[in-house]
């Protein structure tokens, strides 16, 4: 046992780097590659892996915090040395001064150690050519000490601001050593792992290691693109910078339309290959006049993808230019830009924004599970700060997914065709927060569509004229005190629907799975929406017909404050035959309540209210309580339902037929 402070790796050379994330918390157990926080600069974020195991002792940064290279992260508490991963050494946790050394510097004392064993030799796999000098971000590595790697296998994810690639390795043998760690930093070149590998008979022994050269593969990473070609009128055809390799690969989306306005370094189209995906940036700013390619089409280094009006050339056109054509007669598409972007600018505020993968907000770890998901982030709601999609995230959408497409609906539309609510960036119009929606809130979204979806409803109305029953309860308050239970108008609701089932077994049905039979239910237990701060949940009170005024209150405080302390069982939730939803403690005059199905029927109650009501011969005050039933007309006819309510309310007014 020792205690250790982790520090921020090399950051790449960024200072003052926000804490976006914290993932980890004091007590927590973590293993040698667990994330600990994420960053964001103004460019990339990353998340930084531990180094470690251990047991969190105390954390040292928290989010909005800015860090460094060196910038203590949290205190560990290590087991044993055995624990630590391979290229943990690498990472800054000693000394300032071990902070400083560069990981590569670190791993060149590991080449001499090295060499040839026996009849094999080590060979040091490395970055092959990623088409520029950039550093580029470890985001994850396939293989670890001890695996055993066929020529091709992918050893490591890297990731810059603009692409993804894989690195394979370029022999089959044994990984002997890892030279790099998840989060680090390398370019071109630069040693990833050294592979023990059999050496055939004719192959002359080497003592040293050597660094292997990597095929040229379709995963650069322009972050530049090619040297635009410039033609007359300030137009300029955009090409594919070197990807290098010679090969063509497929372009997967493109990210800007004809007209649009653009400034250098924004995506114009995604490419993607068996091992890398890399977006290609605009050269120059300006607006897009015609796209020469389209998705799905293939395309390798030169060619030429789109053209652009550079800024400049507009901005002299609409300086010089009155009404008449540009002298230099702009293509068609040209000409239309200006026109098709003020179309796209009278769009109405709540249009769609475009999801583009170069909007969508994650990180690394994120975009590759991602990927390899085969998930468009852009439709992925984030939950981290400021909407940051997290893995949960990623997660929480896939089952989403999964459970819309096993019951049959449209994962987007909530099924049965309808169209799909277009998605709306908000942050456009003003300050937002993103808030997670609870369980019980997803659950209760999900139940609402479906009986929404499913259940065709009809709602009636009714005031019941409660004032004798208003009397009666005050009356019952020393009595209720003495039993030691609350009553409230509820209780003797729950009781007179109770009663009304009974006499209208109609309500007390449920349509069967297989469509061709109803389920006629002997038992009546009466569901309760109860309001919690985690959201609705409805407890139900069994045998309610068979229980007195003050049982039923009882059940209902009972279930109400295990409801609101959020310790209610499945079993307290399930059985229910019919539910109240009661706003009377909080007010209004009626509502439409949703049945909660495969329940037939609902009852909302609002508020009471004294109204001036006609006796036959003058009008009195009445304390009026107003009433709606919403019940599944798949079951449930009109005269039914007419019935039971009517019912209902003759209960209410006169509680004196409760006992009959
Ligand atoms: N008219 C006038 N006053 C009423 C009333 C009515 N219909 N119903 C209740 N009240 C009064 C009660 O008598 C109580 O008054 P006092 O404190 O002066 O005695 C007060 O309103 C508060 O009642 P309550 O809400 O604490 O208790 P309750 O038994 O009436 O209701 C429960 C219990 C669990 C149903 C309720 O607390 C609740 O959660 N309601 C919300 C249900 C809901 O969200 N439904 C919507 C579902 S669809 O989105």
Sequence with gaps: MAKEIIKAPDLGGAEDVDVIEVFVKAGEEITADTLLVALETDKASMEVPADKAGKIIKLLVKEGDKISQGTPLLELETQSAGDEKPAAKEQPTEAAAQQEAPTQKAAAPKKQAAAAEGSTEVVTASVPDIGSDDEVQIIELHVAVGDTVSEGDTLVTLES??????????????IVELLVKEGDNTSTGKALAKIKTARSGSEPATDAPKTVEQPSTPTSTPKAAAKPETAAGGEVTAVVPD?????QVQIIEINVSAGDEISAGDTILTLESDKASMEIPAEVSGIIVKLLVK???????????????????????????????TPEAAPAEASAAPASRSASSAAPASAPAPATSGEVYAGPAVRLLARELEVDLAKVTGSGPRGRIQKEDLHDYLKGAVKKAESGASAVSGGSGIPAVPAVDFAKFGEIEMIKLSKIARVTADNMARSWLNV????????????????????LKDEAEKAGVKVTP????????????KANPVLLRSLHADGEHLVQKKYIHIGMAVDTPRGLVVPVIRDADKKSIFEIASDIGAMAAKARDGKLSPADMQGGCFTVSSLGGIGGNGFTPIVNTPEVGILGVSRSQIKPMWNGSEFVPRLMLPLSVSYDHRVVNGADCGRFFTYLVQLLSDIRRLAL
Excluded: C, N
């Excluded at 065709?456 to 109305?461: A, C, E, L, S, Y």
């Design 161 to 174: 601001d603009k692409a993804s690639m894989e690195v394979p390795a370029e022999v089959s043998g044994e």
């Design 243 to 247: 990807i290098g390799s010679d090969d």
């Design 295 to 325: 998705e799905g089409d293939v395309a390798g280094s030169g060619t030429k993808i789109a053209i652009i009006k550079s800024a400049d050339a507009v901005a002299e056109q609409s300086a010089g230019a009155g009404a008449e054509a």
């Design 456 to 475: 065709p409803h009809v709602t009636q109305w009714d005031d019941a004229d409660i004032t004798e029953l208003e009397e009666f309860r005050k009356a």
């Design 490 to 501: 509820v209780a003797f609701i729950i009781k007179a629907v109770a009663v009304a089932l």
